[in-house]
């Protein structure tokens, strides 16, 4: 019921729809040729969404007035070029609306949302901007013109990559969402100045190369040289005497200066444009020029080099942490400068009427990488404004909430107690005394508990731990301190956050049951349905009579109507082959090959890990060319062909991952030269997944593979990419698999596997476990040099070996059988077109709950309690 207030709210203050053209169909120009018709065309049409200024003029001259005098060019551009001039022409009306959003803002003094993530995977933003922007007329006009197309133009653009997976690609749909529902939040992060590594492959196996995504300038961000905030590390901490009262002094041996960067958030269909403030790790002094006369050049250089290391490079880790001291370093380096910032702002309106904090501002820790907010804010409340410890922890914990991400024991982020105390001396202090605080609250509140028991359940649930693997160690537990600082706790799909109260936080969830929540995940439907598929979403618009469903994606449970209806069917087949025949030229241009474009489109592309098992999809794909290898010609003729594509990168340290990779393109390397075979089956390792070519992938898959043990994926959010754009998913009953079949309707999804609540009891069974015939059989293939490379397979096969103890922790060949019916079960569907086209519409029209426009509105509500303010248009 709240939750619908919200939205009418939203709609309420919502323009009307306006006749404005959301995909314009681009005729291909004749390079350089002038066309006059199509500039007064821009001009007609021109949005009036935002459009305050009366006459838009052609943003043609002001293109090629930013090569002019940005880089100085003159006539002649390059795709390259064309992409500059218009990213930094749109960039002008991207910071016209950031300032009346913001100037509004300002006098609103609205409540805020501020999502503290160590990671934003924003991608592209040209296309994104031009569209959610509704400038899509005017500058695709513009650039017809200059004799180019919209799509060549963004393709010049580099990823922005400052994230590994899901978890970063979240943070970036949640910020469109926030942006496009007018509610008053920023993102804040870090700037790295390297971002996720590129992968190449060299012989089959994948190498890391650095992304320097930054060196042609970046278009979409703005130096706030005036905010600025010093960052202190190390040193030690002294108690005094101010006023007779006690005060604790940090003198940090280390301190750097953390600048802002801002990136607008363009909202769709609204005038709000929102922030992500990123931070860049600056030396304090320029330089140590006395260092320097005196000749000693690599010290005068050494201040600066320390500084910059902070901000330099993102962890290429997904779900591993990585206990780096400089990891430690750029966490609080991004919480303290974004805690700075609101404070400072908070009194600059308010000046310390500090209770007022939680109703002002309210913070959200994507995963325990910001959890140091909880002692950081306590700080700054204590230490530097004076607060009496009680007035601070009130207000800290009614400020954070946290969202846990991940159900991999190694992934729950613990830091040694000594290198916190070394490089936060204060903060550690302050770390104690909120576990002193909370074990002593624990005590009192486990009365009836008695001796023993109760010593064991508090030491259970102690922040400060002993390292089980180490006696000698002691550990700072990050997600019981964000437990205990947060109002808030909440997993990112039904099961996962089951699993969060019954096993992984159970002890805490018994103690404050109201606290833990769910909130299931969602994507962008702009970025990920409208804009990178704007032709299915012509034909969505056409049957649906609007383009409201992408604002409400509800209203995509209209296409169930026309799901049997063989003409629709028909134009949603052309959709899909057109986008399959761009994928194929793409694997043209990786790898050589023609694909079968009549042939099945089979996606597996994620970060390779082995709970994600892309193992079992290549031991499927080796069991299916088999198959196909010892039938008669006749026999092959009735078999459906497939192009299978497995894309994702391996963490640089994760060897097993590698290895995975290594055997995608070794059976791909057998498989696609089997003249025998090759018409009915290839495989494909498309290198360097990211989010742009996530959007070229996503709109031609066919059939998605979703495979984890069950209970291992939290949510997944690429399952639901793939549902909007109508792609049949395989999968398990993991993450929000479930609640995308429940939608879907179940008997639409191939499911297979075996279910969580099993996992335990197989695990302790995998020993007595009768492997298949046919698992035996791959693994001997493999061994003995099938696809070559034997030694380095070798680990490979000894993983899911469950003769060794400890072995097939992923329980592969536990599902391999079912895999394989489910694979079979696969063919037969698609052989019948009807079938499988009704089904993918089907997929469709069941994502509306998908959007990230629903997760962030339960969040607003739910835990937020951020209301929308929305500037006048
Ligand atoms: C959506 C997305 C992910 C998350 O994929 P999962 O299959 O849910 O793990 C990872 N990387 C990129 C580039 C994405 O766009």
Not at 178 to 206: C, E, H, S, V
Not at 436 to 445: D, M, V
Not at 583 to 606: S, Y
Not at 834 to 856: N, P, Q, V
């Amino acid at each position: 019921m709240a939750q619908r207030q919200l939205q009418a709210n939203r709609v309420a203050g919502a323009p009307a729809s306006s006749g404005r053209q959301v995909f314009p169909r681009v005729t291909a120009p004749s390079r350089g040729a002038l066309r006059i018709s199509a500039v007064a065309e821009a001009e007609r049409t021109a949005p009036t969404t935002r459009g305050s200024t009366p006459a838009v003029p052609a943003p043609t001259a002001d293109i090629a007035n930013k090569l002019r005098y940005l880089f100085g060019r003159n006539g002649d551009y390059t795709s390259t070029d064309a992409y500059q001039g218009t990213a930094w022409s749109v960039r002008e009306k991207l910071i016209d609306s950031f300032n009346k959003t913001h100037e509004f803002w300002k006098k609103e003094d609205p409540k805020f949302i501020y999502y503290l993530s160590a990671e934003f995977l924003m991608g592209r933003s040209l296309t994104n901007t031009v569209f959610n922007l509704g400038l899509d007329g005017e500058y695709g006009a513009a650039l017809t013109e200059l004799g180019y197309r919209m799509e060549e133009v963004a393709d010049a653009e580099r990823d922005a990559a400052l994230g590994n997976g899901g978890l970063g690609r979240l943070a970036a749909c949640f910020l469109d969402s926030m942006a496009t529902l007018d509610l008053p939040g920023w993102g804040y992060g870090i700037r790295y100045k390297y971002g996720m590594f590129k992968q190449g492959l060299k012989n089959g196996y994948q190498v890391e190369m650095p992304d320097i995504w930054l060196t042609k300038g970046n278009p979409w961000e703005v130096r706030r040289d005036d905010v600025r905030f010093e960052v202190g590390f190390g040193g030690r901490v002294e108690r005094r005497k101010v006023n007779g009262k006690e005060v604790s002094v940090w003198s940090p041996s280390e301190r750097v200066i953390a600048q802002a960067y801002d990136n607008p958030i363009p909202g769709f269909n609204t005038p709000t444009t929102s922030n992500l403030r990123l931070w860049d790790a600056l030396p304090l002094s320029e330089f140590d020029l006395s260092a320097f006369n005196a000749g000693d050049y690599d010290r005068a250089m050494l201040e600066r080099e320390r500084a910059e290391a902070i901000s330099a490079v993102l962890y290429p880790n997904d779900s591993t942490p990585e206990g780096k001291e400089l990891r430690l370093k750029q966490q609080y380096f991004f919480v303290c400068a974004s805690l700075q910032d609101v404070l400072s702002r908070f009194k600059a309106v308010h000046g310390s009427s500090w209770d007022l904090l939680p109703e002002k501002a309210c913070f959200q820790l994507n995963d325990t990488h910001p959890t140091i907010a909880v002692a950081e804010l306590m700080r700054l409340l204590v230490d530097v404004e004076g607060l009496d410890w009680e007035a601070a922890w009130t207000i800290t914990t009614k400020c954070l909430n946290y969202t846990n991400h991940t159900v991999m024991p190694e992934a729950l982020e613990k830091w040694p107690v000594k290198v916190m105390a070394k490089m936060l001396p204060r903060h550690m202090e302050i770390i104690e005394v909120i576990n002193e605080g909370w074990t002593k609250w624990l005590s009192g509140h486990l009365k009836d508990v008695k001796g023993e028991e109760k010593a064991k359940r508090i030491a259970a649930m102690s922040i400060i731990h002993e390292n089980p693997w180490n006696k000698e160690e002691m550990l700072v537990n990050m997600a019981y301190l964000a437990v205990v600082g947060s109002s808030a706790v909440n997993g990112v799909a039904a099961i996962h956050s089951n699993i969060v109260k019954d096993e992984i936080l159970n002890d805490f969830y018994q103690i404050f049951p109201s606290k833990f929540q769910n909130k299931t995940n969602g994507v962008t439907p702009r970025r990920w349905l409208a804009w990178c598929n704007p032709e299915l979403s012509a034909l969505i618009t056409e049957a649906l009579g609007s383009d409201e469903w992408i604002n409400d994606t509800e209203k995509l449970a209209g296409l169930r109507a026309f799901a049997s209806d063989a003409a629709f069917q028909k134009r949603w087949a052309a959709v899909k082959a057109a986008k399959k025949a761009k994928l194929a030229a793409l694997i043209k241009k990786v790898h050589g090959d023609d694909v079968n474009q009549n042939a099945l489109f089979d996606i597996q592309i994620k970060r390779i890990h082995e709970y994600k098992r892309q193992y079992l999809n290549v031991l499927s794909i080796i069991w299916r060319y088999k198959q196909l290898k010892s039938m008669s010609p006749e026999e092959r003729k009735k078999a459906v062909p497939r192009v299978c594509v497995i894309g994702g990168k391996a963490a640089s340290a994760y060897d097993m991952a590698k290895r995975i990779i290594r055997l995608v393109t070794a059976v791909g390397d057998v498989i696609n030269k089997d003249p025998e075979t090759r018409d009915l089956l290839r495989l494909y390792f498309l290198p360097d997944y990211n989010v742009s070519l996530a959007e070229t992938i996503i709109p031609a898959a066919e059939l998605s593979q979703h495979i984890s043990t069950a209970g291992t994926e939290a949510s997944g959010t690429s399952n639901m990419k793939f549902q909007m754009n109508g792609c049949l998913i395989i999968g398990t009953w993991d993450g929000a698999n479930i609640e995308i079949a429940e939608e879907t309707g179940v008997d639409n999804v191939f499911v297979f596997g075996v279910r969580a609540e099993e996992i335990n009891r197989l695990r302790k069974e995998r020993k007595n476990f009768k492997t298949d015939p046919r698992w035996d059989e791959l693994m001997r293939d493999i061994e003995n040099g099938m696809f070559g490379d034997k030694d380095y397979f070798k680990p490979l096969v000894d993983s899911v070996n469950n003769m060794k103890v400890g072995n097939d922790w992923f329980l592969l060949a536990n599902d391999f059988a079912a895999y394989l019916d489910a694979q079979e079960e696969v063919d037969r569907t698609y052989k019948d077109q009807a079938e499988w086209l009704r089904r993918s519409i089907m997929y469709t029209a069941g994502s509306g709950k998908f959007s990230s426009d629903r997760t962030i509105r339960e969040y607003a509500e739910d835990i937020w309690h951020v209301k929308p303010c929305r500037p006048a248009a």
